[in-house]
């Protein structure tokens, strides 16, 4: 069992990459040269919703430790709002403008026409999904209780 879990590491890791490379193809073919692959994952995460900047990482949208670079750069290009809390003037609210929504859109019909070349492999994602979610909840887990909780 030792062997297929670091192989799986090891494929996480590459996916991700392989993921920002698509990002990064699919940014040049639709001329957007003002933000970077990272940037752009973070909007299509955000999408229609209206988040706090500390619920980018609550909610998994991103983990990185130079999210406040990203948000800034984002708004510097017409991607992103900001709006502070009229009740807490320390909570910042993240809100995709029209321009970020459109590019959004487009990443989104990239996704579904991928999602499209997997078809009829329903079956095997749903398991993959998963393995790859009681993952997730062990190393959560993990670090939130310092130890290996039962699944």
């Not at 698509?22 to 299509?44: F, H, M």
């Not at 919703?49 to 800034?72: A, M, P, Q, T």
């Not at 929504?101 to 993959?128: F, K, N, R």
Request: charged share 25%; proline share 3%; net charge neutral.
């Amino acid at each position: 069992m030792t062997q297929p879990y670091l192989d799986i590491l090891r494929l996480i890791e590459r996916l991700h990459r392989h993921f920002l490379d698509v990002l990064r193809t699919e940014l040049r073919t639709l001329s957007v040269e003002d933000i970077n692959a990272v940037q752009a994952l973070l909007l299509y995460n955000i999408g229609d919703n209206e988040v706090v900047i500390r619920d980018l990482k609550d909610r998994g949208y991103y983990h990185g430790s130079n999210v406040s670079y990203n948000i800034k750069a984002l708004t510097e290009t017409g991607y992103l709002t900001q709006e502070r809390s009229p009740h807490d003037r320390r909570s910042v609210r993240l809100r995709l403008t029209p321009k970020g929504l459109d590019l959004c859109a487009s990443i989104h019909s990239l996704q579904v026409d991928l999602a499209g070349t997997l078809s009829g492999e329903e079956g095997p994602l749903s398991v993959t999904l998963a393995t790859l979610q009681r993952l997730e909840r062990t190393w959560t887990d993990f670090v939130q209780y310092g130890k290996i909780r039962p699944l």
